[in-house]
Structure formats: C-alpha cells, structure tokens
C-alpha cells in the first residue's frame, strides 16, 4: 500500500554535488518522518539524515556541513542535497519514511529500492 520512489543517485566527481528524492505514495495516513540511509560495501546501514513533519532535523557527523535534507509535506517527498562530495559518501542510499498506523500510535517504517551514488574521478 505504501510505496517510496527515490530518483537523483548517479555518477559524480569528488566536490561534485547531487539531489535525492524519494516521493512516498499510497495509503498514507500520516507522515513522522523521513530520512536517508546508506550502506557502503563492507559497513553497515547508516543513518545519514533525518526530517519530522515539524522540520526537525538530525545527520551523522561525516555529512553535517555538506548534506542538507528538506522535505515538501504537501507531496510527502524529501530531498537530500549533496554538496561537495567525497570518494567515501559512496554507497547504495535509502530512502526511508516513518509512517503512523491509521487509528493507533503505533509507527511502521517503509523503505524505498535504493540508488547508487558513486564518487569517483
């Protein structure tokens, strides 16, 4: 019923920028939160960053100052703007949405397929 389509993710040179977006759709009730996660060959799933339906934000360390995440409540889309980017932000990124459960408290998280971001001269 819910689905997450992410788009943006490519090829790069090192200092080079990119957008990613990931549009939720489908039986949606309410929205918490969505982020991004990646995972780099050899490492584990990362949170990279986050945002609340409330403009909260959250982002790991290696990417504050470079990354920017935003979102558009009205099209339950968030976008991830990556600046100067680095050979080591290579990896499968994921888009993820933290969904309320119509008619409880209770929240489910949805992920999207994933896209590849490679920085490489």
């Known amino acids: 019923q819910v689905q997450l389509v992410e788009s943006g993710g490519g090829l790069v040179q090192p200092g080079g920028s990119l957008r990613l977006s990931c549009v939720a759709s489908?039986?949606?009730?309410?929205?918490?939160?969505m982020g991004w996660y990646r995972q780099a060959p050899g490492k584990q799933r990362e949170l990279v960053a986050a945002?609340?339906?409330?403009?909260?934000?959250n982002a790991t360390d290696s990417v504050k100052g470079r990354f920017t995440i935003s979102r558009d409540n009205a099209k339950n889309t968030v976008y991830l703007q990556m600046n100067s980017l680095k050979p080591e932000d290579t990896a499968v990124y994921y888009c993820?949405?933290?969904?309320?459960?119509?008619?409880?408290?209770?929240?489910?998280?949805?992920w999207g397929q994933g896209t590849q971001v490679t920085v490489s001269s």
């Open positions: 993820n949405a933290v969904l309320q459960v119509a008619g409880t408290k209770f929240y489910r998280h949805y």
């Open positions: 489908g039986s949606i009730f309410s929205i918490y939160a």
């Open positions: 945002i609340t339906s409330g403009g909260s934000t």
